[in-house]
């Protein structure tokens, strides 16, 4: 047991990438594919090992470990990598990155089968598929900056050709916006690595990349303090924006439409549920721990961005014809919820960020699948031609259902608790005795203003949701979607798993999520007390 708590995450980050190079000596399209999809399964139920009894206890305190000297993640390797610079192989678990782990794995695996009527370069598509989940497991996973960053940046690779090869008329055109907007994010992330390298050597002999270290309230303290008000505030914007362009959060958001739109379904799936988790995930892992008081003192700007995601992102979802870009403007609208979370520095607003990413991981790629599957029959994804699809294709008008009022928020769906924990937190931000309002960074008449035009972001959703299924399932038949197969074995593999999670997440949020998160919230939030 004890080897296997060693060397699950670091078995866990390169069983893809062992995947990938078998991939590329297998002889046959069928063999290729089984490889691939043998691969994701196993990692899958790897990640799953993390559950153990004895691996991950979800009844200590303190999961984050950065309020505590000894750092509580678990599951922690560590290995020098280049000690000239005090860099590590250092890799572990907590409750921010479990969820969003069991997440990946999961959706590779579904977007894997997704995958699987893929004929064009086989061999490549696969290779580059598994190459991608190494660099996402790996960016989840990593408790180094400098290694963080590696992963970061492999996940910008395959994403490009996945998307310039394998996908639609405008293929190129999408990949390339897609890499240099994300690649100017990177390379701004890649200065404040270098900035908070450079001035831990003030608190740290010889400096170090530890996100545990760098994040101890002391520690943390000292940087700043040796980089002063203006540098430090620079490091923490050029983090955030380089978080901010993955997220993708407005105005910065631009190149996740066109990446959707073109990207093959299984790329849009994991695109959306898992790459731009990175964003969230890179804001409450490295920009918000490392900086608390330019945090605390930027609040208000960070909550702006957010809700004016929210609320842009559904006037552009409302006003589209493309089912997948509306999907697409969705996504942007509801990742602008994880950022007003994460901005409101309160235990719901937190908690509620978090579950938001699982939650809208499940959802989205569960509508993007949906779109995939009529596209295949009607090879159009124009609204306006769509209707009465109710009839021709029950079982598939049932599963769509359950996405689209999940994606609107409807009670007892796993949208609908992301939603209201943040909601929560961000009307609880206005409170006396909270982080932002007791030390007087803001006042309760702009919280309360923030917390109500997000809430009617919140009418938006309904509203161009309850209109898409009323285009696309109601009304008369049309004579071309009379005779339409409805979904097959293959596509109810990738349907009914996130459907029922789905339902799950709605009913049961504190088993299947916040029973990990809670610790990790709480300690994260002692950063900024």
Partial sequence: MELLRQNLLTVLIFLPLLGAALVLVARGRDAVRWTALGT?????VLSLFVLLPGMFDASRGQFYGYADQDGVVQLVRAVDWISSFNIQ?????????????????????????????????TRGYWALFLLLETGVLGTFLSLDFFLFFVFFELTLLPMYFLIGIWGGERREYAAIKFFIYTLVGSIAILVGLIGVFLFSRSAIPGGTFDLIALARPEVAKQIAGAMGPTVAG???ALL???????????????????AHVEAPTPISMLLAAILLK????GMLRIAYPLFPEVARDYWFWVA???VISIIYGALCAMGQKDFKKLIAYSSVSHMGLVVLGISMLTRAGVSGA???MVAHGIISAMLFFVVGVIYDRVHHREMGRMGGLAATLPVYTGLSAVAMFANLGLPTLAGFVGEVMVLLGAFGAAMPDSILVSAGYANPAQVYTLAVVACFGMVLTAGYMLWTVQRVFFGPVRNEQADLPDVNTRELTVLVPLAVLTILLGVLP???????????????LKLFR
Avoid: C, E, Q
């Fill in 510 to 524: 504190g088993v299947f999520v916040f029973v990990f998160t809670d610790h990790t919230v709480d300690a994260l």
């Fill in 278 to 281: 990175m964003g969230g995930y």
């Fill in 89 to 121: 192989f250092k890799v572990g678990i907590d409750g921010l990155s479990l969820p969003l782990l069991l997440l990946s794995t999961l959706i590779f695996v579904l977007s894997a089968v997704a995958s699987w009527n893929i004929d064009k370069m």
């Fill in 234 to 236: 620079l490091m923490f």
């Fill in 304 to 306: 702006l961005i957010g």
């Fill in 40 to 44: 994701t399964l196993l990692t899958f």
């Fill in 240 to 258: 955030m924006f380089g978080f901010l362009v993955k997220v993708p959060a407005v105005p910065f958001h631009t190149w996740l439409p066109d």
């Fill in 354 to 356: 978090i579950f938001m």
